[in-house]
């Protein structure tokens, strides 16, 4: 497998990343100084699509990326392409994406008592009577931007969730991220899930309606993570630990509100995001606009890169997207896949890496994702640590000791079958 770094002393590290705001921990990282204080040249490749991004990491091109939460779980178990272990030792931010609906199908469920800023199970229950009213017609389409990203389950889940089979009732497709204003607008597709700007884009075309957020769906959930090959992080133990305390870093300052103008202008420019500052400014401010000429909704931690342990890599967030590949056809429940997936996510490295720096780490690696209904301090050395409210809307919890029965809780699923998406996207 083609790698041009070979030795532990090169100091240039090459990043693909996809134009989303929540490549922000990347962006900041190379281009305000905390790569450099680790002895770093943050080399950064901008991509259109998440199929590129895979295969410029699989072979070689790129060192790490802004990669899917679920890439690399799924290249370490070979779903849908090649079985290429990959590792994740750092995650880069918890929220950031949304589900937007076109107009002509926001009207229609307007008609079955939505609204804007109504809550995820509302909302759905609404598209649900349009889809049942409709079921002798073409089935919507909606897109997401790849089969094993979070905006994939988390689209799946929330139609699941208002009883709606995403594999029966609807037909999901894959389209990059940049493209799907320009889908919705077109009329190509009646929704999507997709990482900011690219619903508030549709919003400002006039074409689309917000429906959904990410952190309503399932609060303080992550949707990206710093991916990298096994065998690269084995053989630049260095660089890697480098890289992760400048993300870590990166993150801290993207956070801070004080930042916030300037990394709106930082991402704005071409070679990055290269849409308006006014427009990433929604997503930085948690203050989105759900439909043209509305007024600004506080959306609570609608992105995070570094409050409530933002860019850990939690084992139990890899076994909940793990759980939803089995769920949903993509691969089957044993126990090597359950140890393959819980080996992926790494906060040992993560630890490693950070040890000395006064960072507040969590001393546990995994925890029941929703059980948390407010903020909360958790054990983490001499530090104070809070974790803030993770509920999924339904009120669901996921234990990772329990991944089989909580899989088995769920009525509409596609485990009998395999899930027959175009991964190209």
Same mark, same amino acid.
């Given at each position: 497998?083609?790698?041009?770094?070979?030795?532990?002393?090169?100091?240039?590290?090459?990043?693909?990343?996809?134009?989303?705001?929540?490549?922000?921990?990347?962006?900041?990282?190379?281009?305000?100084?905390?790569?450099?204080?680790?002895?770093?040249?943050?080399?950064?490749?901008?991509?259109?699509?998440?199929?590129?991004?895979?295969?410029?990491?699989?072979?070689?091109?790129?060192?790490?990326?802004?990669?899917?939460?679920?890439?690399?779980?799924?290249?370490?178990?070979?779903?849908?392409?090649?079985?290429?272990?990959?590792?994740?030792?750092?995650?880069?931010?918890?929220?950031?994406?949304?589900?937007?609906?076109?107009?002509?199908?926001?009207?229609?469920?307007?008609?079955?008592?939505?609204?804007?800023?109504?809550?995820?199970?509302?909302?759905?229950?609404?598209?649900?009577?349009?889809?049942?009213?409709?079921?002798?017609?073409?089935?919507?389409?909606?897109?997401?931007?790849?089969?094993? #990203? #979070?905006?994939?389950?988390?689209?799946?889940?929330?139609?699941?969730?208002?009883?709606?089979?995403?594999?029966?009732?609807?037909?999901?497709?894959?389209?990059?991220?940049?493209?799907?204003?320009?889908?919705?607008?077109?009329?190509?597709?009646?929704?999507?899930?997709?990482?900011?700007?690219?619903?508030?884009?549709?919003?400002?075309?006039?074409?689309?309606?917000?429906?959904?957020?990410?952190?309503?769906?399932?609060?303080?959930?992550?949707?990206?993570?710093?991916?990298?090959?096994?065998?690269?992080?084995?053989?630049?133990?260095?660089?890697?630990?480098?890289?992760?305390?400048?993300?870590?870093?990166?993150?801290?300052?993207?956070?801070?509100?004080?930042?916030?103008?300037?990394?709106?202008?930082?991402?704005?420019?071409?070679?990055?995001?290269?849409?308006?500052?006014?427009?990433?400014?929604?997503?930085?401010?948690?203050?989105?606009?759900?439909?043209?000429?509305?007024?600004?909704?506080?959306?609570?931690?609608?992105?995070?890169?570094?409050?409530?342990?933002?860019?850990?890599?939690?084992?139990?967030?890899?076994?909940?997207?793990?759980?939803?590949?089995?769920?949903?056809?993509?691969?089957?429940?044993?126990?090597?896949?359950?140890?393959?997936?819980?080996?992926?996510?790494?906060?040992?490295?993560?630890?490693?890496?950070?040890?000395?720096?006064?960072?507040?780490?969590?001393?546990?690696?995994?925890?029941?994702?929703?059980?948390?209904?407010?903020?909360?301090?958790?054990?983490?050395?001499?530090?104070?640590?809070?974790?803030?409210?993770?509920?999924?809307?339904?009120?669901?919890?996921?234990?990772?000791?329990?991944?089989?029965?909580?899989?088995?809780?769920?009525?509409?699923?596609?485990?009998?079958?395999?899930?027959?998406?175009?991964?190209?996207?």
């Amino acid at each position: 497998m083609a790698d041009n770094t070979k030795t532990e002393e090169r100091t240039v590290v090459r990043a693909g990343f996809m134009p989303l705001v929540d490549c922000a921990p990347l962006v900041v990282a190379a281009c305000k100084g905390f790569a450099e204080n680790e002895g770093l040249t943050l080399q950064l490749v901008r991509e259109s699509s998440w199929a590129t991004i895979r295969d410029k990491v699989v072979f070689g091109h790129f060192e790490v990326a802004h990669m899917l939460a679920g890439m690399p779980i799924a290249r370490s178990l070979g779903i849908g392409h090649l079985t290429v272990p990959m590792i994740a030792p750092c995650a880069l931010g918890l929220g950031g994406n949304a589900i937007t609906v076109s107009a002509p199908l926001f009207e229609s469920m307007e008609q079955e008592r939505a609204g804007l800023g109504a809550a995820p199970a509302s909302n759905g229950a609404a598209l649900a009577r349009v889809v049942r009213k409709r079921a002798s017609s073409a089935p919507l389409v909606f897109a997401m931007v790849y089969p094993v #990203s #979070s905006h994939n389950y988390e689209l799946r889940y929330w139609l699941a969730a208002a009883g709606i089979h995403p594999d029966r009732d609807v037909r999901l497709v894959v389209i990059p991220p940049p493209l799907m204003a320009d889908a919705i607008s077109a009329g190509h597709i009646d929704g999507f899930c997709v990482g900011e700007p690219w619903n508030s884009m549709a919003v400002e075309a006039g074409t689309g309606r917000i429906v959904a957020t990410k952190s309503e769906i399932w609060r303080q959930s992550p949707g990206k993570v710093l991916g990298c090959r096994r065998d690269w992080a084995d053989a630049n133990a260095g660089r890697l630990a480098a890289l992760i305390r400048a993300l870590y870093h990166a993150g801290q300052w993207a956070d801070d509100p004080a930042n916030h103008e300037e990394l709106a202008h930082l991402l704005a420019q071409p070679r990055h995001v290269g849409e308006p500052a006014r427009i990433i400014m929604r997503a930085l401010s948690g203050r989105m606009v759900l439909a043209p000429g509305a007024d600004p909704i506080a959306i609570p931690d609608f992105q995070n890169f570094h409050r409530h342990a933002a860019t850990f890599p939690w084992r139990s967030h890899a076994l909940w997207f793990f759980s939803q590949m089995v769920r949903w056809g993509q691969t089957t429940l044993t126990a090597d896949n359950l140890a393959t997936t819980a080996g992926v996510y790494r906060p040992d490295l993560y630890r490693a890496a950070l040890a000395g720096t006064g960072a507040a780490l969590p001393a546990a690696s995994s925890k029941v994702e929703g059980a948390l209904t407010r903020s909360e301090a958790v054990a983490a050395g001499k530090r104070a640590l809070t974790l803030g409210p993770d509920g999924f809307f339904d009120g669901r919890t996921f234990d990772p000791d329990r991944v089989e029965a909580y899989i088995d809780s769920f009525e509409i699923n596609s485990r009998n079958g395999s899930l027959e998406i175009d991964p190209e996207g």
